[in-house]
């Protein structure tokens, strides 16, 4: 099970399985007149298969010819695909009053909000590009953390967040699992054979599993994180509780002159500490907000505290100058000293599970 086209005018694929589209109409660019008695304008679609073409596409991409005549299985209830702001698509979760967004680009969670309010962060001036993360949500960091090591060329924080990953599963609730393979392009950037899987499984929490599979006959040395954006109003009211006596390396260029390292973190300055055998239970307490966000993990032994401050936020992209009064990242990760080495065969599994409580 797979996608629908790479943006909204992507007519040259299938709305269902992101295939060729053997489409008539598709093929003269949606001119009705020039591709008039195509069959996919004959054939009653399967309802099932139509509902995996987002509203926003219907009547502009037709399915192929495999697709429009295969049943497929319903979607289950609180899952559904709609488009992002750039056209690009994107699964949607409900449960309850919890709603989440997971663009096919990057497998990138694009908001996760409770009631009215997201939990997690965009940048002021976002672009939804094809082949771009975000700045915010919760971006996929793999195979490398921060600038790769020996070639200056190659993308910041690895490429998986640049690629597009194909849907694997949906359901049976609210979760969807989005699967990045090895191909030409990421040897020649990294040359291993790997499946990446993301699930995002929303209930009263949100919870999202990295899962690495080495599908190579060598071992390899990865680094990974959950790279979350969040709102937390004030950044000056904001902390972060359980890392507290945890080791650390600050990497910022203007960090705060001096800090207590046993007391909780609060952001005073440029702020980018990397911690190392870090807790499995983490908390964000943002009294702008009223809330109070714990980050339950798995197999995470490394998080990233980030907040740019001014100087750096004018060098970033997708960033208003104020925006870094707004949110902080805590990264969820295993990088650095931390990196993980992989078996031939062995499969590595980093789950974050967020839950949100009122009240600071
Ligand atoms: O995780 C912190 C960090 O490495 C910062 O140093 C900053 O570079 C941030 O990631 C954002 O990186 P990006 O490539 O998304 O602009």
Redesign the pocket.
């Known amino acids: 099970m797979t996608v629908p086209p790479s943006s909204a005018d992507d007519r040259t694929r299938c709305a269902s399985c992101g295939g060729p589209n053997a489409c008539r109409i598709a093929a003269a660019g949606g001119d009705t007149a020039a591709g008039a008695g195509c069959w996919c304008r004959a054939t009653e679609a399967e309802s099932s298969a139509l509902q995996r073409v987002p509203d926003e596409l219907r009547d502009r991409v037709c399915l192929c010819r495999a697709c429009l005549t295969t049943a497929t299985p319903p979607l289950p209830d609180g899952v559904r695909w709609v488009l992002d702001p750039g056209g690009r698509p994107t699964v949607e979760l409900r449960h309850g009053d919890r709603v989440a967004r997971v663009a096919t680009t990057g497998a990138q969670v694009l908001s996760f909000t409770v009631g009215d309010r997201d939990v997690l962060w965009t940048a002021g001036a976002p672009e939804y590009a094809p082949g771009r993360?975000v700045?915010g949500g919760i971006?996929v960091?793999f195979p490398w953390?921060?600038d790769h090591r020996d070639d200056p060329s190659q993308?910041?924080?690895g490429f998986a967040?640049s690629q597009h990953w194909r849907c694997t599963d949906l359901g049976p609730g609210s979760d969807v699992t989005l699967t990045l393979e090895d191909d030409e392009r990421t040897r020649a950037r990294w040359p291993h054979a790997f499946r990446v899987d993301l699930r995002v499984a929303l209930d009263e929490a949100l919870t999202v599993a990295l899962r690495v599979e080495n599908r190579d006959r060598k071992p390899f040395r990865f680094e990974q994180?959950l790279?979350t954006y969040f709102a937390v109003g004030n950044v000056h009211e904001a902390s972060v509780h359980g890392l507290e006596g945890v080791p650390f390396v600050e990497?910022?260029k203007r960090p705060e002159a001096s800090w207590d390292p046993n007391l909780p973190l609060h952001f005073r300055a440029e702020t980018?500490r990397?911690f190392q055998s870090t807790p499995d239970r983490v908390q964000l307490v943002a009294p702008a907000m009223q809330r109070t966000v714990t980050l339950a993990t798995r197999n995470a032994h490394s998080a990233?505290v980030?907040n740019?401050w001014p100087e750096?936020t004018a060098r970033?992209?997708q960033m208003l100058p104020d925006d870094w009064r707004t949110f902080c990242?805590i990264?969820s990760?295993n990088v650095h000293d931390g990196a993980l080495e992989l078996a031939p065969g062995a499969v590595h599994e980093l789950e974050l599970r967020l839950s949100v409580a009122d009240g600071a």
């Open positions: 993360p700045r971006p960091v953390f921060g993308p910041a924080h967040r994180a790279h990497h910022a980018d990397v990233i980030w740019p750096k970033l992209s990242c990264e990760a």
